[in-house]
């Protein structure tokens, strides 16, 4: 048995060990071999000299974030000391600056979180359509309109193209009142929410004013050519077959595309199917086309969205043992980066 004591007087006590010691509880979850105290702006350990020096190396790196931004989130701690991969760390120490996307409103820091929101950045970046399937949560259209953000400063586009399907998640909401904008700007929310993050407000609206930045529902997008743009569909499982097809052959000259769906939120009507699992099948193979799975280990929000969906699955498993998701165990799997055609 060995005894540690970590000093954190270069840091707040309180964003360390969380309110009500909320922080230091996930902690002590962590290493549950571990008798970890708190003394004022010290940390005690014991127990075996590996497991203390596994969890010194986590409480660095939350040291270092703390004193780099001052706050931390819960989820955030979480994920810290689940992170044993480099990629991981490196997010967290900012060991590598190239990994930020997009500099936000007061110098906020937009990047890539997990492993496999790093790959949907490489593989955009090497092919013209992506395909992102993963649960909610897991950050596939934040990272989507980062790139695309990322794209337009660079100038490399000349504008951003946002849509989704209008399909309500389950509930009927009736006349909405107002006019068309206002009538389906609910059903768009979440990428406005995005583009607030990444863009100041005065320049968002005269991107938006002046139609640098456009999103609309799907069903706008028919009859045009889509060039020297960035686009993206989101929650692409409430697409039918045709209206999927017809979205992809929109796509124009230098433009690229990031479509992002969950398989298992598909509130499309009982007679109708979604269109994603067939595009994402029939299209494995294509040069220039890339598929990205992600699921709940990229979940960056509250960290019980986590265990929720661990839990659907688990029942999902349950009821329908012998059904697999389309693209998941096929034995012609799409690869997760296809050959880019320039």
Do not use: C
């Not at 000349?158 to 006019?179: H, N, Q, Y």
């Amino acid at each position: 048995m060995t005894d540690t004591i970590i000093n954190l007087e270069t840091v707040n006590p309180i964003e360390f060990f969380g309110v009500n010691n909320g922080k230091l509880d996930i902690l002590k979850k962590k290493f549950p071999l571990l008798k970890i105290l708190s003394r004022g702006t010290q940390l005690k350990l014991s127990g075996a000299p590996e497991q203390i020096d596994s969890a010194k190396e986590k409480i660095n790196l939350i040291v270092q974030y703390l004193q780099r931004n001052g706050h931390m989130s819960e989820n955030y701690f979480e994920q810290i000391l689940g992170g044993d991969d480099a990629e991981t760390v490196d997010h967290f120490v900012d060991r590598n600056p190239n990994d930020i996307l997009v500099f936000g409103p007061n110098g906020k820091t937009v990047r890539a979180r997990t492993a496999n929101q790093k790959r949907l950045v490489s593989v955009a970046e090497k092919n013209d359509i992506v395909f992102a399937i993963g649960p909610a949560g897991t950050g596939k259209t934040y990272t989507a309109v980062a790139l695309a953000v990322r794209a337009l400063k660079n100038k490399m586009v000349k504008k951003i193209i946002l849509t989704r399907p209008a399909v309500e998640a389950g509930e009927s909401l009736g006349f909405l009142p107002g006019d068309l904008k206002e009538k389906i700007d609910p059903y768009l929310r979440p990428l406005y929410d995005a583009l607030d993050d990444m863009i100041p407000a005065d320049k968002l609206g005269y991107y938006m004013s002046t139609r640098v930045i456009e999103i609309a529902p799907l069903a706008y997008m028919r009859g045009r050519t889509l060039d020297n743009a960035f686009i993206i569909l989101d929650e692409a499982q409430n697409a039918t077959d045709l209206q999927l097809k017809m979205f992809l052959t929109r796509i124009g000259a230098n433009a690229k595309a990031i479509i992002t769906g969950d398989m298992t939120q598909v509130d499309l009507p009982k007679n109708q199917r979604s269109g994603l699992e067939k595009a994402v099948r029939i299209l494995r193979n294509v040069d220039g086309i890339a598929h990205i799975e992600l699921d709940e280990e990229d979940v960056v929000r509250h960290r019980l969205v986590k265990a929720i969906i661990k839990a659907y699955e688990r029942e999902k498993e349950k009821e329908q043992p012998e059904q697999q998701q389309p693209w998941k165990g096929h034995k012609n799997k799409p690869q997760d980066e296809s050959p880019s055609n320039g």
